[in-house]
């Protein structure tokens, strides 16, 4: 079968076929998306090598409860070890033995065929496409705030950031009826969500707004980002991190002293309250693909994902399309 | 009457009394303690010029309702505009037009008389002696964090750091019921809080510890600790700023994402829970009095107060002392 693979260099492999184990489920490829963490894989970044790709719908090819067999399915890609206080917590995403899927000591998704717990399974509703469900893990990761923060439809909301990310938390968030901004440097993404009451903003036009947001989610991952994020948040204010972030830069906690500002990391999140907005019709983030390759066309699909502004590659396991 | 002045150098001078207005209180020093944030401005952080000091208990010398006359009295050091949405929230600490006495806009309590506005005022139970009294505004900094934080006594939690702040902290969070350690370089500091319930461990034997704690608040400043209680925290860890920082360092954010830590900057607090926690006996801050110097010797007093490893120094306004 056919690998995306990255150890040093991304190329496709032909690799042996992956099986089922009692615990395991293995899933055929339908389709997979190209993340962030993907590209910054390849740039070095985590230090893992092996197949790539943790955003996917699949079928199960074969696993031990037969009811499962040859159901369409999404997965969360954290597997825990079961037995750590965050696993007894339903918290597996933050177990300290975890694999993650195509990112941590397991691999991803770009491949015909790959391998994960039964448990962390999701079946995919029937009126959900492909290219709908394929979204289902970014939007968990969108849900995440939501879980983390008592986000209140008084409160003035800012986005920094109008990549693909930061599209999908910016439609999630909509949905409380805050105050939403959303602040970006390309019109044309940002027009993305125009239908979702997203009062939209250019990066270059803040300067004036001053301290005027009760939250803001950093999506941009870049310490201009940070900075900029701070600078628009109102004292008492929540500054929520949704983003990837690569190495160090220079910070003062003493702003955040003065103004008891909260600073929350956002990563992973559950499956089942996105699941819940795509089946309701409640969210289409099928409009962020950009390009659709197969997944043989992997490298090239790399190149197009990696170019400045282009938003959702997805990578199709049927050669034919 | 005389002041104990900063203008770049710190010095006593002789300035002209300080009057009441329908609006605030003119009150005459008992005890003044010297804070961190003193210490600091004096090297020329904040920027700020003027007559230093917040921390005090003093007598109402004069104020438009004779009811406060002759009462002893304790401030918040916060002076809000008291129009603005902080103000009419009772957060009138993160007034973005307030002044802070010693600190902002305002001469401060290191002078024989100043003044505060009437609001700001806490009368000070007949039980408590000036030696607590004067330690009302540190220690509803201290239990700011019990605002801010749902603590709860199944929680692992450790204060880093053994200076007057981290102690007040320890025997706040003491009585919590939580698994509270107090991580400090001080042996003989640490042993202030021993009757609190506080488990305490030198700062070289955290290196066997792991990532062990629910909460860690940071009070050393430094970023050192910053990054010490970061190697504390458990992912989905608290992280709490209770301190000064003097200027930036270099800093990562990318694992504060991947353990979706929450920082939490927290400064000045309410004053009536530290009321209500001396008055009940319940802590004796007391006990982290290093020095008491008369108001005239200030200089003197700060440059004890600026030695490493020492606690709290206490200005007199009488001069006999």
Chains 1, 2 share one sequence.
């Not at 962030?36 to 955003?55: A, C, M, P, S, W």
């Not at 917590?89 to 993650?100: D, K, T």
């Not at 903003?201 to 201009?224: K, M, N, Y």
């Not at 309250?273 to 089946?279: F, N, W």
Request: glycine share 10%; proline share 5%; with cysteine.
């Amino acid at each position: 079968m056919k690998a995306l693979v990255f150890d040093g260099a991304l190329r496709l492999e032909e690799r042996e076929l992956v099986r089922s184990t009692p615990d395991e489920a293995c899933i055929r490829l339908i389709k997979a998306g190209i993340c962030n963490t993907d590209l910054e894989i390849t740039r070095g970044y985590f230090g893992f090598k092996g197949v790539l790709g943790h955003e996917f719908v699949g079928v199960v090819e074969d696993a031990l409860d037969p009811a499962l067999r040859g159901r369409r399915v999404v997965g969360e890609i954290n597997a825990g070890c079961g037995r750590c206080e965050y696993c007894l917590r339903n918290l597996r995403r933050h177990c300290p033995h975890r694999s993650v899927l195509g990112i941590l000591g397991r691999d991803g998704a770009f491949q015909e065929y790959f391998s994960l717990p039964v448990g962390n399974l999701h079946l995919v509703p029937d009126g959900l496409s492909d290219d709908q469900a394929v979204f289902v893990e970014p939007l968990a990761a969108a849900c995440e705030i939501l879980d983390q923060l008592q986000l209140q439809p008084h409160q003035q909301v800012a986005v920094l950031g109008d990549g693909k990310l930061g599209l999908l938390v910016a439609m999630v968030l909509s949905q409380i009826g805050c105050d939403l901004s959303l602040i970006g440097r390309h019109p044309a993404k940002m027009r993305l969500v125009e239908d979702y009451r997203v009062r939209t903003i250019p990066s270059q036009e803040t300067g004036h707004l001053g301290r005027c947001f009760d939250v803001v989610v950093e999506a941009t991952g870049s310490s201009d980002g940070w900075h900029q994020a701070l600078s628009l948040l109102k004292p008492r204010g929540y500054l929520v991190l949704k983003s990837t972030y690569h190495g160090p830069f220079a910070f003062n906690p003493a702003p955040l002293v003065v103004d008891e500002t909260t600073v929350i990391g956002s990563r992973c999140g559950r499956f089942e309250p996105a699941l819940r907005l795509l089946q309701t019709k409640t969210i289409d983030p099928s409009r962020l693909i950009a390009y659709k390759l197969p997944l043989v066309q992997g490298v090239r699909a790399f190149e197009l994902a990696s170019q400045p502004g282009v938003l959702k590659v997805i990578l199709d396991a049927d050669d034919r399309e």
